[in-house]
């Protein structure tokens, strides 16, 4: 079951793009997830753009911001994520 789930350390640095209209949001920085079963729970966001700004989510102790990686929809060159945070 815990191969289902992309490795944390196989999207950091990639691009967050939207699902519909492809607005680039920033780059993944870091991730969090549970230790017992590692099932990622969160995407942390780096280099925000306006576009994501917009979403007024919430953010880390350090501002990076927070986007649920049940909102992910795919993981290829690009993290794609609804447009529906």
Same mark, same amino acid.
């Given at each position: 079951?815990?191969?289902?789930?992309?490795?944390?350390? *196989? +999207? /950091?640095?990639?691009? /967050?793009?939207?699902?519909? &209209?492809?607005?680039?949001?920033?780059?993944?920085?870091?991730?969090? =997830?549970?230790?017992?079963?590692?099932?990622?729970?969160? +995407?942390?966001?780096?280099?925000?753009?306006?576009?994501?700004?917009?979403?007024?989510? &919430? *953010?880390?102790?350090?501002?990076?911001? +927070?986007?649920? =990686?049940?909102?992910?929809?795919? /993981?290829?060159? =690009?993290? +794609?994520?609804?447009?529906?945070?």
């Amino acid at each position: 079951m815990a191969d289902d789930y992309p490795r944390g350390t *196989e +999207i /950091i640095g990639k691009t /967050i793009v939207s699902d519909e &209209q492809g607005k680039k949001y920033g780059n993944v920085e870091d991730v969090s =997830f549970v230790a017992d079963t590692g099932e990622l729970m969160n +995407i942390l966001v780096g280099n925000t753009t306006d576009h994501l700004n917009e979403e007024h989510l &919430q *953010e880390d102790s350090e501002g990076r911001t +927070i986007v649920p =990686f049940s909102a992910v929809k795919s /993981i290829g060159d =690009f993290v +794609i994520v609804s447009e529906s945070l």
